[in-house]
């Protein structure tokens, strides 16, 4: 198995039988309440819960790291920090402040394939799938060209089936 599967959809509503994780991309900060996210909350309350007491107790809570939290008796959701910051009108927002002007991407794609291993571990000790909204391009500011060679070598080529779901288009 060597591809990914796409599918248009809702990645808070996982397709398929059997376990599940549901992976995104969150930044380094504590900041909750754009992009994907927002869709998790909605759906379930715990992820949000356990990243920001995670964030706050500052417990591994790095670049790289992944939080796995259960939110149904086959679902968890996996918070994957893989962003330095946000962006904002201003700049770049990190924990020590806004950086006038820097409007690079908060992506670090180094830290986004360190969480891809690690989440390919989870998957595997629980026999679960992997799904994924496309991780890392959306307020992260990443290319998907190179997101999904990411993804390939450390989830799918440890033989982990992965589905990425796109929103449909609004016309």
């Known amino acids: 198995m060597n591809v990914i599967t796409y599918l248009t959809g809702d990645a808070t509503a996982p397709h398929g039988t059997g376990p599940k994780i549901i992976g995104h991309v969150s930044n380094n900060i504590g900041a909750w309440g754009r992009g994907f996210v927002t869709a998790l909350s909605r759906r379930w309350p715990e992820p949000e819960a356990a990243y920001r007491a995670w964030y706050r107790s500052g417990d591994g809570f790095t670049l790289g ?69 496309r991780i890392g391009v959306g307020l992260a500011g990443g290319v998907w060209e190179r997101i999904e060679p990411l993804i390939v070598e450390a989830v799918v080529g440890r033989g982990v089936a992965v589905t990425v779901y796109d929103l449909p288009s609004e016309r």
């Open 65 to 133: 790291a992944v939080q796995t939290v259960q939110v149904d008796d086959e679902i968890w959701v996996a918070n994957m920090i893989g962003q330095h910051g946000i962006r904002t009108a201003a700049g770049l927002r990190t924990a020590t402040g806004v950086q006038r002007g820097d409007h690079s991407a908060p992506i670090r794609y180094s830290a986004v394939q360190q969480c891809l291993r690690t989440l390919a571990e989870a998957a595997t000790a629980r026999g679960a799938s992997v799904h994924l909204p």
